[in-house]
């Protein structure tokens, strides 16, 4: 009884879930490709900079 109790809650709960739209998951998809592009570049050229002190300073 607890178990049918349990579907019949989840199946009710995925009944009221708005799913985005094609539009919507496109658009969100890209920004989140185009803001780890961004934070790559960034952690890139602190890298870059980072390597440069460090041969300064070693070699």
Do not use: H
Not at 16 to 45: Q, S
Request: proline share 2%.
């Amino acid at each position: 009884m607890k178990i049918a109790n349990l579907f019949k809650d989840a199946s009710s709960e995925i009944k009221k879930i708005t799913w985005p739209t094609r539009k919507e998951t496109i658009k969100f998809t890209l920004i989140v490709i185009g803001m780890a592009v961004l934070v790559a570049l960034i952690l890139g050229i602190f890298d870059l900079i980072f390597v440069k002190l460090m041969e300064e300073f070693i070699f």
